[in-house]
């Protein structure tokens, strides 16, 4: 079957309100046409994230009825480290509540100012935790990711030229560890092959530099190192993330997205001494390490959604999911980020609009108008999260990819729904040229996108009142 259906059946259902134009024409203007800003309840289809939104399984549900809430030594706990170290295989595991928390105890008590971290895209909050620590944070991907039409299987790999290059102008002390994101995120949710991994680790042997994995969608990328490295093509899922995990010396991980969990995360790593430090830190900033800022049943429901994501029929669905709504809108012409990632489509917004430059906010634009128009929220990824300032010129350092991701919830959306995107995006695409720019009016310093407000260049296209 091309595009399997659901492995499963919906036990609770939870409605979703229509809405009108005009209220969402209202919402936006309230927002400052940040959909970040927009009320979750206004949303019909919600494609802004796949982080913390999937839906738990009943055994998952179950899981919370046995959440042992003692402060120090609760048994999920100890049921999670036993389930992170038969995946992941490093000694240490320290909960966190999520992702970017790891992150932030990782890069603290490794990364000194001026130091370097490759890694091959930094996701948003890897680069800001980075960056917050003084040091750079380097994209080394190979080229082809960032051509969008370029249809390779494993886009999200390392470039090791570039990789090699960078060591030897840094130096290998200024270099604490190399990160590697599976699958690679803001490089359109690409998997990194199992041979750029080996060979990663073989090169940084040689320079003794500690590699991490960003391992939010770990188990989407090895069933692509199943589907498209022919030695995997019988060998498990399970099986292929024990042996990726090997390679590597530990991960920081945001349970969000392949911990099929609402909230939680963790890190892993085999160093004593790193997990000793980092762990003081969890003390002071998070909680007793064995809760690291969650509750008991939150570590439970994380222990049994990872060993649920590692089933080749839900992944085999999941992955198809995406495929389908990328297939659907290649059909009708849109252009998208090729090949489809694992967790998101990925529109190319440049692309579709290109009578609107760089500077006006193509990809904001794009998402202001599907969500105006079809009530489908999806995030801009390029110039408002990604463009720099010019230290010289104090202009804007646009990416070179300017998307609008349409991230697909693990579990949510039935195919109709899904296919109700597809439809509405090509319908927009028919009128692409009535969509204009947006102009900037406030950032903050940090992580823009979450709070920038906007105003539109040539007020709304009048189209007629729709609910959706
Ligand atoms: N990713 C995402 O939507 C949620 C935040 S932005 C809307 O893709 C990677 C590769 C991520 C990621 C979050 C984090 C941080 C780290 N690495 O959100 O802190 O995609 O759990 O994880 C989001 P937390």
């Not at 399984?57 to 038969?86: C, F, I, K, P």
Request: contains cysteine; aromatic residues 8%; proline residues 6%.
């Amino acid at each position: 079957m091309k595009f399997p259906s659901e492995p499963f059946k919906i036990k609770v259902v939870e409605p979703i309100r229509r809405t009108t134009r005009e209220e969402r024409d209202t919402r936006l203007r309230i927002a400052g046409y940040n959909l970040f800003q927009v009320p979750a309840e206004s949303v019909y289809v919600d494609l802004l994230t796949d982080s913390g939104t999937a839906a738990m399984s009943d055994r998952q549900w179950a899981g919370l009825m046995l959440g042992d809430e003692s402060y120090a030594g609760s048994r999920n706990y100890y049921h999670l480290e036993e389930t992170v170290r038969s995946i992941f295989g490093y000694k240490h595991v320290i909960p966190t509540h999520q992702g970017r928390m790891a992150e932030n105890l990782l890069f603290s008590t490794i990364v000194k100012p001026g130091m370097c971290v490759p890694n091959n895209i930094h996701f948003d909050t890897t680069r800001a935790n980075v960056e917050h620590q003084g040091a750079e944070a380097l994209d080394v991907v190979v080229r082809e990711a960032y051509d969008p039409r370029c249809d390779l299987p494993f886009k999200g790999n390392i470039d090791l030229p570039r990789l090699e290059e960078t060591i030897n102008r840094a130096g290998p002390d200024k270099i604490p560890l190399v990160m590697m994101t599976i699958t690679n995120n803001s490089g359109g949710g690409q998997p990194v092959s199992m041979d750029n991994i080996r060979r990663t680790r073989g090169l940084l042997d040689h320079y003794h530099i500690p590699l991490f994995f960003d391992a939010c969608r770990f188990a989407e990328n090895c069933f692509f190192i199943k589907e498209r490295e022919p030695e995997y093509a019988h060998t498990s899922i399970l099986d292929i993330a024990r042996e990726l995990f090997s390679y590597g010396d530990g991960c920081t991980m945001s349970a969000k997205k392949d911990g099929l969990v609402n909230i939680g995360g963790f890190l892993s790593l085999n160093d004593g001494q790193w997990a000793q430090d980092i762990t003081n830190m969890l003390i002071l900033v998070e909680g007793f390490p064995t809760y690291g800022g969650l509750a008991g049943r939150d570590l439970e429901a994380m222990a049994r959604g990872l060993e649920e994501v590692l089933d080749e029929e839900y992944l085999r669905f999941r992955i198809g999911q995406v495929r389908y709504l990328g297939e659907l809108l290649e059909g009708g012409g849109v252009p998208i980020l090729k090949p489809v990632g694992g967790h998101a489509v990925y529109l190319n917004a440049k692309e579709f609009l290109p009578h609107i430059p760089q500077s006006e906010f193509p990809g904001q634009a794009l998402a202001v108008a599907l969500y105006r128009d079809f009530g489908i929220r999806g995030v801009e990824i390029g110039t408002l999260m990604f463009g720099k300032k010019d230290p010289v010129t104090g202009g804007t350092i646009h990416p070179e990819l300017e998307m609008v991701r349409l991230a697909v919830p693990r579990r949510v959306y039935t195919n109709m729904q899904i296919t109700y995107v597809a439809e509405s995006i090509i319908e927009l695409y028919r009128r692409r040229e009535l969509i204009h720019g947006l102009a900037l009016i406030h950032e903050a310093p940090m992580l823009r996108h979450f709070t920038a407000r906007f105003e539109e260049l040539q007020g709304s296209p009048s189209l007629e009142p729709m609910t959706v």
